[in-house]
């Protein structure tokens, strides 16, 4: 099968090599079409975000104001700091200039003459990638004022990389934008969405870089034949992610809609000594984790999963033995949103280290089945009531997880422990048993 | 107007206006902490999520826009459930240490967790530990445990004080309130963050631990430190003036007032240097004296003088009716020396609330008469007119004239009779040969005008011996409604002091028999029928926010 996003041609990467196989043809066509045509066709492609949400891309662009005195802006999100994704990281290395071709279309489409290309700061390597391939793409005239001469056409555009500090929470779309504006990186109430109230307060598109890397051949193969790749509902490939307990993990270009059991156990090669898998967290570690028996028929692709009673996401297949500690599991997942959680808004600013806590208690052995049923309890007081959706990434692998494996946790909790009252306070207020001595 | 349903109410409400805002209007409150009407929406809190019709999940009534025909449920039990669980997680880090905290008995935090708290908590865990106790600026201590990041105080420095002094440090539960690199929290505005505080995370250096909140009465006043006339809640415990704060009145101050008119405007009424009773001069030094025999000495010694060898100083500082009283007084000497001193601080203005003129009430005391009369002198000719001998005798109240300047002070010791009226001693009582005890802003009726031209009234807040707390209708704190053993209110020191116009109408009884005044409202009446801008008003006119006195264009304030 044909690979859309990383083509299998050895030094693509080299912007020759991306000439001589087509470069720069689809954006050439797209400007032989009129904006809302090319917006019609990434709708019709049926493309959908690869940012975690699935949100149709072409509808996403059609959002954006036609008539507006003001600026318009395309940021493109290569911020990819969710545990279990490396997939953008792919693009930046193998294919930037179908990346810069992708954002250009974009801009075209939507009407904006500055792409922001974020990037998380820990890519080091990719961030210089990346800016070689941006200045290599100005230098050729394929960004920027000359683009005008080259592509004998009266748009132009310019691309900037920005890079991140640091932060997961920068890549959630609305604190990107305040990262780019310098501010901190804390995500915006919403509404206003970006299309109506974006950078600077001015209309704005966002997509993910693979998303973005879709729309060229979108362009040049037609709509039509994107639309019949994969699953139906959502069509194309996707850069599959595979980690843990797999005997080849590594970025898979793959078509959606695909059976989770075979990628697990042919494209990965199955598990190391043959061991059972215990759970798998399909989309990055935000997901909601599935029982390793119970993945027969599961597809990769949005629908499938949210049937399943888990989610896309990302892409990132996290595989795990049946000799994994899912209880140090779900620590370590709870510690990275409580790190990673911005503090803007009380439940997960709060909510997320109350999780870690109970969890890190049940650990050191001192925890009851009373604390399963806590721990699911605030996680679904976090749930659908904060600013952003880090909260829901925060609460779904511990709500999920304890649910799905709760025979597994019954075995980390006893019934009956005595808690050294820590915090004197709070607890004579909720418990009948004598008062604690608060003098001691 | 456009109808949505709030709890079953019908609620109308402006286009634009968010369900919080509507709502409010309509009467019906839904929690808030982080919401401020006059600061931008950073909808963090979340303790006003609602349930609204057809939404797929709770919505911040604070940020959501009020729709017509949307159906709001402000009590449902999901509204409740998450009302809780935002209580809950707030509380869980919190210190609870409400009985040393400022705060309570005005808390937010604590108000929402009576009414709307679980009453336990199912937190069994350590507490996290913030920084306590950082001098964030001059006059703020910030304790991070208290906090609940609601970014109230940094939304109001950059957004209402225009100083981007403050910001949020580190992530997720580590969050702190800090200044930026090298920045001090210095701005003139800085102690409005502590009354907006939702929680006792800020407190005020000049008023921490010294008071628990319900100890205390609080009375309307204005604030003296300037010509915007800030409208204040003066805050007092055993008759004695703890702090100001500022009460809310959109055509003066917003709901603010700047650190100067907070801080400075008030230890004077406290100070040990309070002239409490009247003073004659005999043998070179100052004695106490019965009122009585100081009236009469004054009334005769005033006869000994020709008109034009008399003159009376006004005050700015003082209120309509006493400045009204003194013009009245004057004229019926014949007087027409009289005026009253400018305290401008040149560029000490800004385009939020701070004015150059130093004092409430110039355009007041100017429009009630403290003028000079015909050919009479200015105050600065006044001032010559001494040096050179042609005044022989000066009546002031309420200003320190001796303090302006050096000059001033040497040309008072020439004059042959100097009566002064005065709150507190200063370089002018000290030379003065009659000295009448003065109650000052803080306990006495009174009005002052703006330099916008809007009369706000002042009342008592303190008592003084002529002062009546229960029948003078003063304010009582919680403890003194009831009577109880901690009403102290008598302990407190009562100065033995006098409006200047009750001192004035004794004096003039005395003299001859032109004026007699027993109350404030006695004068204000006989303002408003003889003076054109006032014409038709009284105290209850004028109200708790003041009201914009008719001022022809010609006279406005320069
Ligand atoms: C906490 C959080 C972190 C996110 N991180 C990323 C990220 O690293 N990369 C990304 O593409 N989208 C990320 N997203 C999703 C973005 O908000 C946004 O939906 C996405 O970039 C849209 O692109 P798409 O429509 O092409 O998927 C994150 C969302 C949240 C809530
Ligand atoms: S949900 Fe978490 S990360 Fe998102 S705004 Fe709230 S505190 Fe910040
Ligand atoms: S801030 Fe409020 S709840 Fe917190 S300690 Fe003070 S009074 Fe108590
Ligand atoms: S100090 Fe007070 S006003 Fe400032 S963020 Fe904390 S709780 Fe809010
Ligand atoms: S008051 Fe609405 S979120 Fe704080």
Known sequence: MERIVLPDIPNLNQIDVYLTNGGFESFKKALSQSPDDIIDQVKKSGLRGRGGAAFSAGLKWSFMPKTTDKPKYLCI?????????????????????????????????????????????????????????????????????????????????????????GAYICGEESSLMNSIEGYRGYPRVKPPFPA?????????????????????????????????IGAQKHPGTLLYGISGHVNKPGVYELPTGILLTDLIFNTASGIPNNKKVKCVIPGGSSMPPLRGDQLEGIRMDAESLKEAGSAI???????????????????????????????????????????????????????????????????????????????????????????????????????????????????????????????? | MPIFIVDGHQVEFKPGQTIIEASRNAGISIPHFCWHPKLSISGNCRICLVEVEKMPKLVIACSTYASEGMVVHTKSEKTIDARNAVMEFILINHPLDCPICDEAGECKLQEYAYSHGKGESRFEEIKNRKEKRVQLG????????????????????????????????????????????????DNPYTLNTVDICPVGALTNNDFRFKSRVWEMSSTDSICIGCSRGCNTEMWVRNNEILRLTPRKNDEVNSAWMCDNGRLNTFKFVNA?????????????????????????????????????????????????????????????LGVQNIDFPKHIALGDCDDILIMEDKTPNSFGAELVGVKPINNGNSFESIITNIESGKIKALYII????????????????????????????????????????????????????????????IKPAVTTEEMDRALDGMNMSRWDKFGTKFDRWMQGRRVDAKSSWNILSMLSLHLNGKMKYDMAEEVFADIASSIEEFKGLDYDMVGSKGINLKIKESIKVK
């Open chain 2, 272 to 332: 040990e240097n309070r002239i409490d009773g009247t003073y004659l001069r005999f043998n070179g030094f100052l004695k106490k004296a019965e009122l009585s025999s100081a009236i009469n000495f004054t009334a005769k010694k005033i006869k000994e003088f020709k008109s034009n060898e008399i003159a009376f100083i006004g005050s700015a500082y003082a209120t309509c009716e006493d400045n009204f009283v003194l013009a009245k007084f004057a004229k019926s």
């Open chain 1, 77 to 165: 999100n290569g911020d990819e700091s969710e545990p279990g994704s490396f997939k953008d990281r792919q693009v930046f290395e193998d294919n930037p200039f179908q990346l810069i071709e992708g954002a250009i279309i974009t801009c075209y489409a939507i009407g904006a003459k500055v792409a922001y290309l974020y990037i998380r700061g820990e890519y080091h390597k990719w961030i210089k990638l990346m800016q070689k391939a941006i200045e290599v793409a100005y230098d050729r005239g394929f960004l920027g004022e000359s683009m005008k001469k080259t592509f004998g056409n009266d748009f132009s555009c310019d691309l900037y990389i920005h890079k991140g500090a």
């Open chain 1, 196 to 228: 109506q109230k974006g950078l600077w307060g001015c209309p704005t598109t966002i997509n993910n870089v693979e998303t973005i890397t879709n729309v060229p051949k979108i362009i040049s193969n037609g709509w039509e034949w994107y639309s019949k």
């Open chain 2, 398 to 457: 309420d200003e320190d004239i001796a303090s302006i300047s050096d000059k001033y002070e040497k040309n008072l010791t020439k004059l042959d009779l100097l009566v002064v009226h005065s709150s507190n001693e200063n370089k002018t009582t000290a030379l003065a040969d009659v000295v009448f005890p003065s109650s000052t802003y803080a306990e006495k009726n009174g009005t002052f005008v703006n330099f916008n031209g809007r009369i706000q009234r």
């Open chain 2, 138 to 185: 001059p006059h703020i201590k910030f304790d991070g445990e208290r906090c609940i990041s609601c970014s109230r105080c940094i939304r109001f420095s950059d957004e209402i004080a225009h100083a981007n002094q403050l910001t949020f440090r580190n992530r997720g539960d580590k969050v702190t309130v800090t200044t930026f690199p090298g920045e001090l929290f």
């Open chain 1, 313 to 440: 996401g990302i892409g990132g297949v996290m595989v795990m033995d049946e000799d994994t500690n899912l209880l140090k599991v779900l620590i370590r997942i709870t510690h990275f949103y409580h790190h990673e959680s911005c503090g803007q808004c009380t439940p997960c600013r709060e909510g997320t280290g109350w999780m870690e806590k109970t969890l890190h208690r049940i650990l050191e052995g001192n925890g009851t089945s009373k604390d399963l049923d806590l721990l699911i309890s605030v996680a679904e007081n976090i749930e659908g009531n904060t600013v952003c959706a880090l909260g829901d990434a925060a609460a779904w692998p511990v709500k999920f997880m304890i649910q799905r494996f709760r025979d597994e946790f019954e075995q980390y909790v006893k019934n009956e422990v005595t808690i050294p009252v820590p915090n004197k306070v709070h607890s004579m207020r909720n418990t009948s048993a004598p008062l604690a001595n608060l003098h001691k």
